[in-house]
């Protein structure tokens, strides 16, 4: 293979670059054994050749989100389309009928794609005899898009369709060796969410250009598992993210079409849920669906990044500013309305409308599992009551619990009684406390420790943290700064403030860590509270920022950085 240098106009111009492919450059340090194996030739002329397709319409996708922002900030509102700029939505139309595998998703579990051992426990049933219906492995929210971690991921979905993924625990002093392996007659329906629109792949290039994070996550997952899985009767089935815009609906259908096309197998054969997790794609919820009518399982109502999105979208308006983190949810009207014309549009046109996530961790203690149970089991009572086909879960404790309320296959006869075009606009309030304040720079930390370890998804203070929701503290404490938001105990909010709950909630969670491992050794805890230190430099950094960046990371990174390099680059927000 040939190595090259790239252009000093790329963001890494002293990276090498090896020529994998006619117009293909991999950074050389990505180019693994692993990669090798995963980015056979036949792949790559696959993806390339898309890539080449597509590229232009997906940058000017982007910048249309761009243009649409600027007119937010200028202080104009999202809303529902004008009828005659879609008509063709609002007609009398089914999706292509849903294969019988889809037919019932009351439960469906989430988690990393890159974790072997997690993967397995998703598509296995639990120690007391419970299964998911469905299972969805993420490339996105709950994995860091690592080079590694996406190789690893593709890897772990080819063997999931194929039933043979299997891991093994070492043996320690105090544990035998466990090995974990699957029962492909026994598992639950496979689905995997790829990359957002938004986010770029650094570390492989197609004639000199970042490829689409999402269109690879696609393409190699299907080139890799479609056949597999339909040889043994399973439907193709994928999450799609973020989606802001029907045209990005079209574009995301277009791909699908051309891989099918590309794989020789009917048109409609691959299918996919589209997350409704962004306030401008809540009002265009029948217009989204109507361009995946072909390749449309349903839509879900993805509460945690809605609500990031509900913050970022309105973040310049001073009459929107949001209560606290954890008091927004399916109480607020906005949110309820929002799901229930969700169900209201999927089964108007014989889609599936699911639920979201609930975000527990089972607890320690026999009565905190009882309470986190508990919140679980409400959570899902309201979301079956209102017509919600299913749901999710983080945590295979609660696949039983939560799929009680769900008494029927679907619920896809029911119509939710909410008008055509119902008040999805987010509306200010309170409380805004301290203890917000302090939630929101817990989750920072805690997250940001995580992600400079490559992991996407954090156990945290009894609940399941991702990027969604480390999104939704970052959001808000931005817009409180911005607006100089006066909390309800006549506290103002300011860098200083955010600098001095950063300092004490820091202490905190040093307190926390050296009682955690009061028998480890003393150079182990050092080295788990250093991390931490760094968290703290790095969230608070990207938390007070004067510019707003719409996401965490608009691209993974480059394979060839060492930890401190990959920690400024995020600071940078590069």
Request: charged fraction near 25%; include cysteine.
């Amino acid at each position: 293979m040939e190595i090259v240098t790239q252009e000093a106009t790329l963001e890494f111009p002293d990276a090498e670059f090896t020529a994998i492919a006619e117009g293909v450059t991999i950074n050389t340090a990505a180019w693994t054994a692993q990669a090798q194996r995963v980015l056979v030739p036949e792949a790559l002329a696959l993806l390339s050749r898309l890539q080449r397709a597509l590229e232009p319409r997906r940058q000017e996708l982007l910048e249309a989100r761009k243009t649409r922002q600027a007119a937010f900030d200028r202080g104009e509102l999202p809303g529902f389309l004008d009828p005659n700029e879609h008509p063709d939505a609002h007609d009398d139309w089914q999706v292509a009928p849903l294969p019988s595998d889809l037919m019932k998703r009351r439960v469906e579990i989430t988690g990393p794609i890159s974790d072997p051992k997690m993967v397995i426990n998703m598509l296995s049933r639990t120690a007391d005899g419970h299964r998911a219906d469905a299972a969805m492995l993420d490339f996105e929210d709950a994995m860091k898009p690592s080079w590694n971690n996406v190789m690893q991921g593709v890897e772990n979905l080819i063997g999931a369709a194929e039933g043979t993924l299997a891991f093994v625990k070492p043996a320690t002093e105090q544990t035998p060796e466990k090995v974990y392996k699957l029962d492909p007659d026994d598992m639950p329906l496979l689905m995997a969410r790829v990359r957002g629109l938004h986010l770029s792949e650094s570390n492989l290039l197609v004639d000199g250009t970042p490829v689409s994070g999402g269109l690879m996550d696609y393409v190699l997952s299907t080139f890799h598992t479609a056949r597999k899985l339909m040889v043994r009767g399973k439907t193709p089935k994928f999450y799609v993210p973020k989606v802001e815009h029907y045209l990005e609906a079209r574009w995301w259908n277009d791909l699908f079409t051309m891989v099918e096309e590309a794989l020789d197998v009917a048109v409609g054969s691959f299918k996919a849920t589209f997350l409704i997790e962004t306030l401008p794609a809540a009002f265009q919820m029948e217009e989204i669906l109507y361009e995946l009518r072909r390749h449309a399982a349903g839509l879900n109502g993805g509460r945690w990044d809605k609500i990031f999105s509900d913050i970022k979208v309105l973040r310049a308006h001073p009459d929107r500013v949001m209560a606290d983190r954890n008091t927004i949810g399916m109480n607020r009207p906005w949110m309820s309305n929002y799901v229930k014309h969700l169900i209201k549009v999927c089964h108007k046109h014989g889609a599936f409308g699911m639920g979201g996530m609930a975000p527990q961790t089972p607890g320690r203690t026999k009565e905190m599992r009882r309470q986190q149970v508990q919140k679980v089991v409400d959570d899902k009572i309201w979301e079956a009551s209102i017509g919600h086909d299913g749901c999710w879960v983080s945590h295979p404790y609660f696949i039983g619990p939560a799929m009680k309320p769900f008494t029927r296959d679907n619920q896809l006869d029911v119509i939710p009684d909410i008008e055509d075009q119902p008040d999805l606009l987010p509306q200010a309030g309170t409380p805004r406390t301290l203890d917000g304040v302090r939630v929101n720079v817990r989750v920072a930390m805690g997250y940001v420790q995580g992600w400079n370890l490559d992991i996407g998804c954090v156990a945290w203070d009894d609940r399941m943290e991702d990027l969604a929701t480390l999104e939704i503290s970052r959001a808000q404490l931005w817009q409180w700064l911005h607006h100089r938001v006066t909390l309800d105990d006549g506290t103002p909010v300011t860098p200083e403030l955010v600098n001095e709950i950063f300092t004490e909630e820091l202490d905190k969670i040093l307190h926390e860590v050296r009682t955690a491992m009061i028998n480890q050794p003393a150079e182990v805890v050092e080295k788990q509270l250093e991390r931490f230190r760094q968290a703290r430099i790095d969230a608070e950094a990207i938390f007070v920022a004067e510019d707003f960046r719409p996401f965490l990371a608009l691209s993974s990174d480059p394979a060839h950085l060492n930890l401190e390099e990959r920690r400024a680059r995020l600071r940078a927000n590069r």
